[in-house]
């Protein structure tokens, strides 16, 4: 355990993890149900969304722009400072201002996304990257069960403004965090906005692959809780649910990295099933109960699922004789260009055919 948890970069990051992940539970967990709790529609969500993806694949070069000169820590303040005004927006109605709204919550994406594959690469030893992983997730539930509750409390008493307060507060802690790890990538060429656009369209490989077919964890992640939420069609009942769900999940993934670092291949095989199986289940079951089960059960693989994905890819920009800053940025645009696609389409039939997408 000394040599994947007491290091001293390791223990950083999984401080950098835990305060994010609390911070952006409000956004991340809670940011679809938010707005559609405040009267947006469904499509309007879909297409925000989709918008979302577009602009942060496009902008991601900012990234490797602004570290490369400033360091990456510049990048996490800037974007925390744009996440701060994304929940401002949703607590306040950002149906008054779309275009800024689409804007503040594509560009933190762009500016952080990559940096915690390209630090990883940086810092981490191959031989505990699926270990490591699992302790980042464990972070990461940590920081999204205590947030939950927070924001459950928040919401439903309408403290709003002391949540907005607690929230940046652990924003501000996350950036703290990654100052001690900071760094600035060495990026050779200059133009790094047409290097990064002509690499995602000119190498096509399993590397980009896998990178577009995490859409679906996206998706569930973002839209889950949603799904969750018209269910129930309570509150303090989906928050409950969240938590316990949140809570749940530390067993798995404590036991998968260890499985992952001894055969990639098939831990990665086996938790894909599963995830398949579990969200083939929404399509069936329409009772609360069970419901608010499968979402525990798809929760808690999701997180497995993560880390194995993340640690197959990891390792693959760790070996790549490329510059791995340019890697992790490549990575997140072909994610994000995948996600326009699958985004602008669910919000057209929505629209239109007037059917729950769901």
């Known amino acids: 355990m000394k040599e994947y948890f007491y290091r001293r970069e ?31 529609p469904l499509y309007e969500i879909l297409f925000i969304y989709g918008l979302r993806f577009g602009i942060m694949g496009l902008c991601s070069p900012l990234f490797l722009k602004i570290a490369s000169q400033y360091g990456i820590s510049t990048c996490t303040i800037l974007a925390n400072m744009l996440r701060i005004l994304g929940v401002y927006m949703i607590q306040n109605g950002a149906q008054n201002n779309l275009i800024l709204f689409v ?5 933190p994406g762009a500016l952080a996304n990559p940096i915690e594959d390209a630090v990883s690469s940086r810092y981490v030893e191959n031989e505990h990257r699926g270990r490591y992983n699992s302790m980042r997730n464990i972070a990461r539930i940590c920081g999204q069960a205590l947030a939950s509750i927070l924001v459950t409390w928040g919401v439903v008493t309408n403290h709003q ?6 929230i940046s507060i652990f924003f501000l802690l996350d950036y703290l965090c990654t100052a001690v790890v900071d760094y600035k990538p060495q990026i050779k060429n200059q133009h790094v906005f047409q290097e990064t656009i002509k690499y995602v369209f000119k190498h096509i490989d399993s590397y980009e692959l896998i990178f577009c ?16 939420y018209l269910v129930v069609q309570d509150f303090v009942a989906f928050g409950t649910v969240v938590v316990v769900s949140l809570m749940f999940q530390m067993i798995t993934v404590v036991l998968v990295g260890k499985l992952t670092d001894k ?16 969200t083939a289940v929404f399509l069936f079951v329409r009772d609360k109960i069970w419901i608010s089960f499968n979402k525990m059960l798809s929760d808690n ?20 004789p ?23 389409g669910l919000s057209v039939i929505n629209y239109f055919v007037e059917m729950n997408v769901f």
Not at 326 to 342: A, H, I, W, Y
């Open 161 to 166: 403004t002391l949540l907005l307060l607690i």
């Open 301 to 320: 693989f999701e997180k497995v699922y993560e880390t194995t994905v993340q640690t197959s890819l990891q390792n693959k920009i760790k070996l790549s």
């Open 103 to 107: 804007f503040v919550m594509s560009l």
């Open 322 to 344: 490329e510059d791995n800053s340019l890697l992790s940025t490549v990575g997140q645009m072909s994610l994000c260009f995948t996600e326009v696609f699958v985004f602008l």
């Open 213 to 228: 077919l995490r859409t679906n964890h996206i998706i569930e992640r973002l839209f889950v809780p949603l799904y969750l």
């Open 263 to 278: 055969n990639t291949k098939k831990t990665n095989d086996f938790v894909t099933i599963i995830r398949i199986l579990i």
């Open 10 to 40: 390791y223990k950083w990051l999984y401080l950098t993890k835990f305060f994010f992940a609390f911070a952006n539970s409000f956004t991340d967990i809670f940011g679809t149900v938010m707005l559609y709790k405040n009267g947006m």
